[in-house]
């Protein structure tokens, strides 16, 4: 099953049935082209297969966080993995008829690929590649930025495996003048209007020739689920999740920066310089996003704890630097008056994130805050609390912060 809307629309009523959950009695009777109430307004969790503890930040489209403690995982399953969309989920898919055309000005030769052969005539490759919307933690921020307001859940890191983007623009013909690759994909635009993108981003060519920067068809050894971009996508871990797009069906090979839709105007930009908080910044002073900043999550324990005292904690989470790697982890329980070391792993391969742990002692009872600090292989530190305010509420890396009571 590719989605309710198709089965609602096309399907009989013991499909109806099964999507109700119970006997739909008196279902000979739905007048044509009538929808249950039970289908109109669908469960995400259920529809996704996502833990119910997830918050659903809205419906159209549909956008969905974890909370931290629920990406305690090494590699994240699909049922914690945030969704962002910015239009409909494309309906009616069929992967045996699924195609991918590459074309743009610097082609060489406009070439269109099936699913079967993209699967079978380019080497396969599994990267544990790290994905974060560019603008997770814009809850943060004061004054407040429009758009999803996104707390700390919008970030995974899953196994995506694929075939290389650069074998497949190798195979079509890249240009000299070639600088910037653009995405088409299939997903239906809020109003519907079929000339309309919802968002074709892309990436300069360089990121687009990387080896992690995949054409994905599996994502932890499964076929992608429909809300992560089913049956092809991109994945290019290490930059604002907007550059992997989704349902992939046409990439151009650009000769100038990429113009499509969410490529303009403040769309996954930041001020080229800082700003005040709540100035008005002009597009032309606008900068796109590339590399994402240091950042790192503490997974365990939940916030709001309680131990006994005398007892030690012990902690765990993640870290990430875009194209950077990880080189120092720390915590704090003085909010920021001093730091101590975390054990730090080495990520699995490049663009994936590190795992850190730590034991920590409290000197008495009382309310602390575990803070927690990476600093990337530049030497830069994440910033104790919110970093330079922006019109969208993009990349607030601030150190991530839980709760703990000595009781």
Known sequence: MMNRRFFIEKGTLAAMTALVGVDLVFGANLPKGYTPLALQDPDPFQLFS???????????????????????????????????????????????????????????????????????????????????????????????????????????CANWTGVRLKDV????????????????????????????????????????????????????????PIAHGYPLRLVAGGWPASVSGKWINRISIRNKEHDGAKMGGSSYRIPCKPVGPGEKVADEEMCIIESMPVKSLITYPMSGAILNKGKSLNIRGHAWAGELEVTKMEYSIDFGSTWKICTLEKPKNRLAWQHFSATIDFPKEGYYEVWARATDSQGKAQPMLLPGWNPKGYLNNACHRIAIKIA
């Open 50 to 156: 996502k833990d119910n503890r997830m918050s659903v930040l809205n419906n159209k489209p549909w956008n969905i966080e974890a909370k931290a403690h629920l990406l305690d995982d090494k590699v994240t399953p699909n049922k914690f993995m945030f969704i962002r969309n910015n239009g409909i989920i494309p309906e009616n898919i069929d992967a045996k008829t699924w195609t991918l055309t590459i074309d743009g000005e610097s082609v060489r030769t406009k070439r269109t690929y099936s699913l079967e052969q993209l699967k079978t005539q380019f080497k396969q490759h599994t990267y544990q590649l790290t994905l974060e919307c560019g603008g997770n933690g814009r809850s943060e921020f004061d004054p407040p930025a429009k758009g999803n307001q996104w707390t700390i859940g919008a970030v995974s």
């Open 169 to 224: 623009l190798i195979d079509a013909g890249i240009k000299d003048d070639a600088v910037y690759i653009g995405y088409h994909a299939a997903d239906i635009h809020l109003s519907r209007n079929p000339e309309k993108e919802p968002i074709s981003r892309g990436a300069p060519i360089s990121k687009a020739l990387q080896d992690e920067t995949l054409l994905a068809f599996q994502m932890n050894g499964d076929d992608i």
